[in-house]
């Protein structure tokens, strides 16, 4: 059943015949020229006799590589140096052989530059007084600790490390530990040299020197917490201390072991390539996912900065205590940190309801990106590094904690917490893969853990489960897998899955459970079909289901009486499968538009999320103004009794979900027309842009309205919000408001906008990608980007290539016309960009999958208005 490639030899991995024991690191950045000198001395041992050495090394220069300790009285220098720029390594050869215990050793001296590229070794601006000063941070995951120092960069090459950093006397310098010891040194100087590591792999070393400020505390177990920000920036740090304090906590508890190191550092760098980074005791952040401020700071915005310090804190014990023995198994790391974070937000802010919105944001979005062709299985053999950024997307993150929801559901919580509490125990400070986890659970649960995860780890894609009633019985029915993409084209390789089965019925409280391992089972559920049978009841598990028309309606009954065991989650799974199925054209478009009018009297954020989401999702596929008249105004009128519920004023009884929603709703209803919405978004922007006050959690939606109807007056004014705001956050929420202006000479001005000196290159994606949804600005931004791809390619090889997919997948997969999609696959071949390569497939994918859906939509959404 599984189909798992054999691991092929791997030209990119290091002979390993001497491995590193204990490095003892000195670096001395240059924050004025932009680079660094460093020192190295490592301690290993060595298999086998060796005359070479081959390390991994990215633009540093060796300028000294000797053998040193051991037998040797006078050390042995290597006589040539070598460079394999393609391998990214260095090779000291020695000129002789080597006896395993002759050498103690090996001892390097080196240059580099900092880069601006947000991976390595690399700087980072920020004002103080309205001066630019610059710091410098490292990002190593996944292959750039070579780019800082030559080292064995692979995860199972795990060993201490001991760092110094020289830096000026006033900068704040921080490491993985704790401060040993502190000397001052001429020219201003000062040298901190930092405690040694536990054993570690090399993608979790981390530095940082600028200029810092700090507020620290302790948790109940004495580990003391620090969040670090630039000057100016504490009070926002508050909220962040006391999730940390709560994480360190709940994570000891929950795991059953301390957490490993003496101190947990936080800090908030000003340039941050992705959300953040788990570097061992010393985490780092991009500003909005670790600073709240009391007065400017969304609910959401505090939200999303629990949820990343929960992910970062859950890595302490999930990668870095156990690290994946290699990148194929990202999703160890990854995939657990992305399941585990959510349960301490979830005992922290209960009512938040974060379980909710994982099923939208992480299941969800699984299940859309898994269903293209060009997805891949969860474990997949990756060998370069441009293979290994690749998978650090949604398939290892939400598809892989979403198989772990629907394994811990499937075992109970008490067992799957034992499970991985073994396994941390067993291999701590050590490398795993995913079968020794299997093997484990298995054990402790004595249940086919193995045969059903494989099954979901292995292989590409998911089931679609086909329910076919039974004419022998009302209480019967079939259940048929098969493999779901949004193409449709036939599953050759006949994939079966081992599926944790859930059914439960309208009469009985009861739920069916069984495992479906075949193609097919049949059902017999011991009540009448024709009232609701909801397969896959909260979610968990990681399918989608096809209900006959039959069986349907009674469901849709049940969501208009909110009668589902959960009505939320239940609901969720029904409108995104029906959203989805008509997609690949199982069904008609119009019944995702039923199912929305039987959930108009809900009042919860995630469903109208999803309500929203899906109508747009339409409605931008439409010709026509008629037409897409008609579906704003069945939007208006599905939105709108919400929204004179909520009003816009905040009430002392508001839950988060309701501070969401309102906002949400506000923003859903002026992009469909409500002149009176739009109207007093324009009224209160007026207010706050002359200095007065505009609640934080209103300000997306007012700003993206007063930029959809709005000219060149509203863009000056939102960029001078953006110039006037230090916060990150605020800057944000402009920058994806400004992707909203429909005016062709104002969009002109915001693209120009995106790519000045205004934006940094950590945020440019918030305009350029959010222009995909806007259809009045679509092609304008895209002829852009194509006119600058040189610049945007100049900006982010060499670290953040990531960002620039995420460019060009968010502006091009609204596109839905054949000579839309020849022009972006032109486009595409012309600029092959390593380490993007499936992200460009997959958008393509998804506009020819617009273009087929686009002319049945079209059909059946006016026929359903005409019926
Ligand atoms: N380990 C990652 C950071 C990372 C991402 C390194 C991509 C290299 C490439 C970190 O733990 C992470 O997953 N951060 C997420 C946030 C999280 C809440 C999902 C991020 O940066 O988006
Ligand atoms: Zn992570």
Redesign the pocket.
């Known amino acids: 059943m599984t189909t798992r490639a054999p691991e092929k030899k791997n030209p990119y991995r290091l002979d390993r015949t001497v491995e590193p024991l204990v490095y003892t690191i000195e670096l001395e950045p240059d924050l004025a020229k932009f680079t660094f000198r460093g020192s190295e001395s490592v301690t290993f041992r060595a298999a086998r006799p060796f005359s070479k050495i081959t390390l991994h090394a990215a633009e540093i220069k060796v300028t000294k590589a000797f053998l040193a300790g051991g037998k040797f009285k006078t050390p042995l220098a290597a006589r040539k140096i070598s460079y394999h720029e393609k391998f990214e390594t260095v090779t000291l050869d020695f000129g002789r052989k080597v006896a395993p215990k002759e050498a103690e050793r090996l001892v390097l001296e080196f240059t580099g530059h900092l880069n601006d590229k947000m991976h390595g070794f690399y700087r980072t601006s920020y004002e103080i007084k309205g001066k630019k000063h610059w710091g410098a941070a490292t990002?190593f995951?996944?292959t750039d600790a070579r780019r800082a120092f030559p080292c064995w960069d692979e995860p199972d090459a795990k060993a201490r490390f001991k760092i110094s950093l020289v830096v000026p006397e006033k900068l704040t310098a921080l490491s993985n530990m704790p401060v040993e010891k502190q000397s001052r040194l001429p020219g201003g100087r000062k040298k901190v040299a930092y405690e040694v590591t536990p054993v570690m792999s090399t993608y979790l070393v981390c530095f940082v020197v600028a200029d810092l400020e700090s507020l620290q505390g302790r948790d109940k177990n004495g580990v003391l917490i620090r969040i670090y920000v630039t000057p100016g920036k504490k009070e926002q740090g508050k909220f962040a201390l006391e999730v940390a304090r709560h994480a360190l906590e709940y994570f000891s508890k929950w795991f059953g072991i301390p957490y490993a190191l003496p101190k947990c550092d936080m800090v908030a760098l000003p340039d941050f390539?992705?959300?953040?980074?788990?570097n061992w005791g010393l985490v780092t952040y991009r500003e909005t996912?670790l600073l709240v401020d009391p007065k400017n700071s969304s609910a959401a915005a505090r939200q999303r900065v629990a949820?990343?310090i929960d992910?970062?804190l859950a890595?302490q014990w999930f990668?870095n205590l156990v690290t994946m023995r290699w990148w194929t198994d990202l999703w160890l790391?990854?995939g657990f940190?992305?399941y585990m974070?959510p349960k301490a937000v979830d005992d922290q802010f209960p009512e938040w309801r974060i379980w909710d919105q994982f099923v939208v944001a992480d299941t969800l979005h699984a299940l859309y990106d898994d269903a293209l062709q060009n997805t891949h299985p969860i474990e997949i053999p990756v060998q370069d590094p441009a293979e290994i950024?690749e998978i650090?997307d949604a398939i290892t993150?939400s598809k892989g904690s979403s198989v772990n929801r629907m394994l811990e559901h499937y075992l109970g919580e008490k067992v799957f917490q034992k499970g991985l509490q073994v396994y941390l125990k067993k291999f701590k400070f050590k490398n795993a893969t995913t079968r020794d986890l299997w093997a484990v659970l298995e054990k402790v649960s004595g249940k086919p853990v193995r045969a059903i995860m494989a099954s979901y780890t292995d292989q590409p894609g998911f089931p679609l489960l086909k329910i076919e009633p039974d004419n022998r019985a009302a209480s019967r029915f079939r259940v048929r897998q098969e493999r779901f993409i949004f193409d449709g084209t036939p599953d050759r390789a006949r994939q079966l899955w081992n599926i944790p089965l859930v059914i439960r019925g309208a009469a009985s409280k009861k739920s069916w459970v069984g495992i479906l391992k075949s193609k097919e089972t049949a059902v017999d559920l011991g009540e009448d079909r024709h009232a609701w049978v909801k397969v896959n009841p909260s979610q968990s598990g990681f399918y989608r289901v096809a209900y006959p028309a039959e069986m349907m309606e009674p469901l849709i009954e049940a969501l208009r009486e909110r009668s589902l065991p959960d009505p939320v989650i239940d609901a969720l799974g029904i409108l995104s499968d029906a959203l989805a199925l008509a997609r690949a054209g199982h069904i008609e478009t119009s019944r995702v538009f039923e199912i929305a009018r039987a959930l108009g009297n809900e009042r919860e954020m995630n469903l109208w999320s999803l309500i929203a989401g899906a109508i747009g999702a339409v409605s931008e596929l439409l010709d026509g103004e008629s037409l897409k008249a008609r579906v704003a105004e069945f939007a208006r009128a599905l939105l709108s009794p919400c929204l004179e519920d909520l009003g816009w004023e905040r009430r002392p009884a508001d839950s988060h979900s309701d501070i969401l929603l309102r906002s949400m709703m506000i923003f859903q209803a002026g992009h469909y027309g409500d002149e009176g919405v739009i109207d007093e978004a324009r009224a209160r922007f007026r207010k706050f842009a002359a200095g007065g006050e505009l609640d934080a959690n209103l300000r997306g939606a007012v700003y993206s309205l007063v930029a959809e109807n709005g000219g060149q007056e509203e863009f000056s004014a939102l960029v001078k919000i953006y110039r006037a705001s230090s916060l990150q956050e605020e800057k944000v929420r402009v920058l994806r408001a400004l992707a909203r202006f429909r005016n062709p000479s104002v969009v002109a001005e915001v693209l120009k906008f995106a790519l000045s000196k205004d934006v940094r290159n950590q945020d440019c994606y918030a305009v350029l990608a959010s222009f995909g949804g806007n259809d009045h600005g679509r092609h304008q931004a895209w002829a852009f980007i194509k006119a600058h791809m040189k610049d945007l390619m100049a900006r982010y090889t060499g670290g953040s290539i990531?960002l620039l997919g995420r460019i060009l997948e968010g502006a091009s997969t609204g596109f839905k016309t054949p000579e839309e999609l020849r022009d972006v696959e032109t486009f595409f071949k012309k600029y092959p960009v390593n380490g993007i390569e499936r992200t460009m497939k997959q958008s393509l994918e998804i506009i020819r999958s617009n273009i087929r859906w686009q002319p049945r939509a079209q059909a059946e959404i006016l026929a359903w208005f005409h019926s």
């Open positions: 990002q995951e996944a390539a992705s959300g953040a980074m788990e996912a949820e990343v992910h970062e890595h990668g790391n990854e940190a992305s974070g950024r650090f993150y990531s």
